[in-house]
């Protein structure tokens, strides 16, 4: 992925503006990514020394030198790097060392003997010693294969790599999109949790919806992580049938506050229809079947395969409902139970990972008259109690410390289900 130094941006007033490729840069971009595209291939077993000096080499012209530190990234990102050595080059340095540090000391240092010594214990030959004790290093690692990709690709995952690269500096992003069936809106969404991105979707006033997420540069820890998930949301809000993206960014050395702005979509979607906001309905073309199990995140699906561990009467699925408040918010669970005899279901939206102001948007839902029974499963990092939701409410708070328990779960689901 491109980091922001690699973008070729400018500024216009307070708007940050990322410059496309036009179609001769394009082609100059596509050679340039063959010719390092085809140097990593042929070092395939040589060290990154030599391959960085091979890519240093390449002559390219002074406008297109950000463009090709960019590309030249892109395909070092697809290079698999490592150090060639079997044994552990920080102990043979540690040993020599002492070695030598001992025979100083004693007045005695030789050095042709200390590194005979060495390499015979080490089983080494005494000539590869030194090459060797250094081995672990970045220089010395050795290019053990390349992804396959190809240059056309290159370029076109460099255009979207500057946009990813601007969110890396993001306050704030405001998205508004529109997707043709209640599936797609609910398989965006889905993607958006699986992301673990803090967020709020609303309904928009002109049809499809809003999603408000909080960007890296808002948060005091974990920013370079959280930049790269809000990063690899961009290819997951460019599916939707239009888009409009907004964010607040800092930008520069001097963290300059600006807009940086993004839109697309080339399908018309058929007039919105709101998303079901109960799951029992048939699969059709705007009901489809529960997600993939696959799309879960990997907590959540934990938490299902010990719930379906238990013996209970409750049948577990992905959740195929997004729960609508019109005119207060939206929610999109994780998992949905159903019991087999009664058909009575409970929802469960896992906010492990989120902030408390996403915990009390939820409470604010729920006591604004949202009517589907689910459980907000918290982190209990997020200090908040499950006394919040009374037992007057639709709703229960489950807080866990660690990982969720399949048993604490069902409890609250199973107590929440005996409610009127």
């Known amino acids: 992925m491109l980091t922001a130094d690699l973008v070729n941006a400018r500024r216009r007033g307070n708007v940050l503006h990322v410059t496309a490729l036009d179609a001769q840069a394009r082609e100059r971009a596509a050679a340039l990514a063959e010719v390092f595209l085809a140097l990593a291939r042929d070092h395939v077993g040589r060290t990154r020394e030599e391959l960085e000096e091979a890519w240093g080499a390449v002559e390219v012209d002074a406008r297109d030198r950000r463009l090709a530190d960019g590309l030249r990234k892109l395909v070092e990102d697809r290079c698999a790097l490592d150090a060639e050595a079997t044994f552990d080059p920080e102990a043979l340095r540690r040993d020599l060392f002492l070695r030598a540090a001992a025979a100083r000391r004693a007045g005695t240092f030789d050095r042709a003997a200390i590194l005979e010594e060495v390499a015979t214990v080490h089983v080494r030959a005494p000539a590869d010693l030194e090459r060797d004790m250094y081995a672990d290093l970045r220089e010395a690692q050795v290019l053990q294969g390349i992804e396959p990709t190809t240059a056309a690709l290159l370029v076109e995952t460099y255009d979207l790599g500057q946009a990813q690269a601007v969110l890396l500096r993001a306050v704030r992003v405001t998205v508004e999109v529109t997707c043709a069936t209640p599936g797609a809106y609910r398989a965006l969404f889905q993607k958006l949790k699986f992301l673990r991105l803090m967020h709020a979707i609303q309904p928009a006033d002109e049809g499809g919806y809003r999603i408000d997420i909080d960007g890296p540069y808002s948060l005091f820890e974990s920013v370079t992580k959280y930049g790269l998930q809000l990063a690899l949301a961009l290819p997951v809000i460019r599916e939707a049938d239009q888009w409009k993206l907004q964010a607040d960014v800092r930008w520069g050395k001097e963290r300059a506050p600006l807009v940086f702005q993004l839109e697309g979509g080339e399908r018309r979607p058929r007039r919105k229809k709101r998303p079901p906001t109960e799951d029992a309905r048939p699969a059709t073309e705007d009901a489809p079947a529960p997600p993939d199990e696959s799309s879960l995140p990997d907590e959540v699906a934990a ?57 009390w948007r939820r409470v604010d839902l729920v006591e604004q008259g949202l009517g589907e029974k689910i459980v907000f499963a918290v982190s209990q990092r997020l200090r908040v109690s499950e006394e919040v939701l009374g037992d007057d409410h639709p709703a229960a708070l489950y807080v866990y410390k660690g990982v969720m328990s399949a048993r604490a779960v069902l409890a609250k689901v199973e107590a929440l289900a005996a409610r009127v």
């Open 303 to 359: 938490l299902l395969r010990g719930l379906r561990a238990l013996d209970t009467p409750w049948a577990v699925t992905p959740a195929a409902a997004i729960l609508d408040l019109p005119g207060v918010g939206l929610c999109v669970p994780d998992l949905t139970f159903r019991h087999r005899d009664s058909g009575a279901a409970v929802h469960l939206e896992v906010l492990g990972f989120w902030s408390r102001a996403a915990v």
